[in-house]
């Protein structure tokens, strides 16, 4: 199993650039989402999906798109780029348990938007 | 879900025990304390959780106070690869992903 991709694992946009940040999961996984850390911060819940064709808000979704058309892929999309969403994004895929620990997170992607 | 308190930096030698602590004073009673970490920026890593009773696993220790408004993580024996940020977290189990990462604690393992 390859576990939970992300490309790619870098990105310069310029302002006002859109851009599609793709993760996949080999795992059979309903549960996916995306966070973004800024330095010395801790992670931020951007979007979340429980299954193909449904998702959901997070604590910081704006400016953020996602959609689930397939249990394996979960991408995120930036809309209109802006310095402000300069960041490392990461995506998350879960089990079928309620705890954290059957979470598996990808190797990230850091963004810059000049 | 309760917000957590960690000191923001922590050295330890290598091989010795390392006990990394939490604040969750306003934790209820069926939320459930988790700790991950994160190594290099890489994506976070479970390590160990427990809700009233002290958990023990391959990678740590979990003791949590009577009263459950704190906590401490404990490496046994430290080694160099486990510098990294720990996070402490409090969640209430089954609920959705509405979770709170505060900055965590950067341990530093040193030779």
């Known amino acids: 199993n390859a576990g939970v991709t992300q490309t790619p694992k870098f990105q310069v946009l310029k302002t006002g650039q859109s851009m599609t940040l793709q993760c996949a999961q080999d795992m059979n996984h309903e549960y996916m989402s995306w966070y973004r850390q800024d330095p010395g911060m801790g992670l931020r819940l951007i979007h979340y999906s429980v299954g193909a064709g449904i998702t959901d808000q997070g604590e910081v979704p704006n400016g953020y798109n996602v959609s689930r058309s397939t249990t394996e892929d979960f991408p995120l999309r930036l809309l209109s780029a802006a310095p402000s969403q300069t960041s490392v994004y990461f995506c998350?895929?879960?089990?079928?348990?309620?705890?954290?620990?059957?979470?598996?997170f990808g190797p990230g992607t850091r963004l810059l938007v000049l | 879900d309760a917000k957590t308190t960690q000191p923001p930096s922590m050295d330890c030698a290598e091989g010795r025990a390392a006990n990394l602590p939490c604040n969750h004073s306003?934790?209820?009673?069926?939320?459930?304390v988790y700790w991950y970490r994160q190594i290099h920026s890489q994506g976070p890593q479970y390590i160990i959780h427990g809700l009233k009773n002290n958990e023990t696993n391959e990678m740590a220790s979990l003791i949590i106070t009577e009263d459950r408004k704190s906590s401490t993580l404990i490496l046994p024996h430290a080694t160099l690869r486990d510098t990294a940020v720990y996070y402490c977290?409090?969640?209430?189990?089954?609920?959705?992903?509405?979770?709170?990462w505060g900055a965590g604690t950067k341990l530093i393992i040193k030779p």
């Open positions: 977290i409090v969640r209430v189990a089954g609920s959705n992903y509405q979770l709170i």
């Open positions: 998350a895929s879960r089990g079928p348990g309620y705890g954290l620990e059957t979470q598996y």
């Open positions: 306003t934790i209820s009673g069926n939320e459930y």
